[in-house]
């Protein structure tokens, strides 16, 4: 498939990945990574008194397991793709917070895809995070990215 032929697919989803638990190790991973240790993510007796009734994930923790979400949603790659680089949000809004032990899973949607020069495309696309026995998504991202293809 090129390029071309990705970009037609505008407006289709394109897959929904498999399962994905978000437990506390990794929590306390991301937490420890980025220094965002609020006593919400990393101390389950703390965050038993808030409204949640337990640790949730960050937000920013949801957003970056987009690349693997995507990786098992087996949405098809044009021909060619050497490399994808994160550009950027248009819109991300969290909707639900993704309480610590909860499986999540993302659905993609292609909105744009544009060829911005020789090699270089832009693709925009919705990434709906739904959280398992929940009734409204963990985020709704419409996220750009960088695609680089060989000669």
């Given amino acids: 498939m090129t390029p071309q032929d990705f970009a037609a697919k505008a407006g289709e989803a394109l897959g929904t990945s498999e399962w994905l638990t978000i437990d506390q190790e990794m929590i306390d991973k991301f937490a420890e990574a980025t220094g965002d240790k609020q006593f919400i993510h990393v101390d389950p007796d703390m965050a038993k ?13 949801t957003l970056s397991l987009i690349p693997v979400l995507s990786e098992k ?13 994160n550009y950027g949000g248009n819109r991300v809004r ?4 993704v309480r610590a032990g909860k499986r999540v899973r993302a659905h993609f949607k292609l909105i744009e895809m544009s060829e911005k020069s020789p090699g270089r495309w832009q693709q925009v696309m919705e990434i709906t995070m739904e959280i398992e026995g929940e ?17």
């Avoid at 008194?49 to 923790?61: D, E, N, Q, S, V």
């Avoid at 969290?94 to 917070?97: A, Q, R, V």
């Avoid at 009734?135 to 000669?151: G, M, N, T």
Wanted: glycine share 10%; charged share 10%; proline share 9%.
């Fill in 49 to 61: 008194m808030t409204p949640f009734g337990g640790t949730i994930a960050h937000g920013f923790l």
């Fill in 73 to 85: 949603a087996g949405i098809e790659k044009p021909d060619g793709l050497l490399m994808a680089l």
């Fill in 94 to 97: 969290f909707l639900t917070p």
């Fill in 135 to 151: 009734a409204k998504p963990a985020y709704v991202a419409e996220w750009i990215s960088q695609l680089y293809f060989s000669a």
